[in-house]
T-cell receptor, first 114, second 112 residues
Framework: DGGITQSPKYLFRKEGQNVTLSCEQN?????MYWYRQDPGQGLRLIYY???????QKGDIAEGYSVSREKKESFPLTVTSAQKNPTAFYLC?????????????FGSGTRLTVV | GQQLNQSPQSMFIQEGEDVSMNCTSS?????WLWYKQDPGEGPVLLIA?????ELTSNGRLTAQFGITRKDSFLNISASIPSDVGIYFC????????????FGAGTRLTVKP
């Protein structure tokens, strides 16, 4: 079955450490996205990628970095520069960027900074 | 960036009751989508709307794309306990086809 897989499900990080969240899809989707979810707020876009080797900053990119070396993979690194990294992180993909293409979401990674 | 205004924030209803929630924006949207999120999981697409005035059903769920293209609503009829979760609206604005904006969600609790 095709889908989008995020790992790990739960992640604990010490302050000052970088951490990388994995996102893999086998849907042959061109576009991939990273969102951050905080309680009582809508999803906020961190980064997105429309094609391999290209990505764009979203609304809250500061303190995060991404890469898109393969179509299937879009890892997110939460750096020590991110002031408040504790959140639920969601990866999504769509067949194409643009209107009319709904997003398929992964099951999320809950990051806690201790 | 501009987010969507979704209401109500939360609802507590009795099993069997109907539910209505809506999403509004000050700007025009090309596409409206409704997602449901279970605790600790990613959102799952329920209904997608692509034309102003469009009314689409998915089982007990019905959603409409507002005629002004600035709003959408979702109705759930005869609610059941498994309807519990957070419902999000999302839309793609006309000024950026590559953008998707989300509402803050409506948290639904269904009492048996």
């Amino acid at each position: 079955d095709g889908g989008i897989t995020q790992s790990p499900k739960y992640l604990f990080r010490k302050e000052g450490q970088n951490v990388t969240l994995s996102c893999e899809q086998n849907l042959n989707h061109d576009a991939m996205y990273w969102y951050r979810q905080d309680p009582g707020q809508g999803l906020r876009l961190i980064y997105y990628s429309q094609i391999v080797n290209d990505f764009q900053k979203g609304d809250i990119a500061e303190g995060y970095s991404v890469s898109r070396e393969k179509k299937e993979s879009f890892p997110l690194t939460v750096t020590s520069a991110q002031k408040n990294p504790t959140a639920f992180y969601l990866c999504a993909s769509s067949l194409r960027p643009g209107p009319g293409y709904g997003y398929t979401f992964g099951s999320g990674t809950r990051l806690t900074v201790v | 960036g501009q987010q969507l205004n979704q209401s109500p924030q939360s609802m507590f209803i009795q099993e069997g009751e109907d539910v209505s929630m809506n999403c509004t924006s000050s700007s025009i949207f090309n596409t409206w989508l409704w997602y449901k999120q279970d605790p600790g999981e990613g959102p799952v697409l329920l209904i997608a709307l692509y034309k102003a005035g469009e009314l689409t059903s998915n089982g007990r769920l019905t959603a409409q794309f507002g005629i002004t293209r600035k709003d959408s609503f979702l109705n759930i009829s005869a609610s059941i306990p498994s309807d519990v979760g957070i419902y999000f609206c999302a839309g793609q604005p006309v000024w950026d086809n590559n953008d998707m904006r989300f509402g803050a969600g409506t948290r639904l609790t269904v009492k048996p």
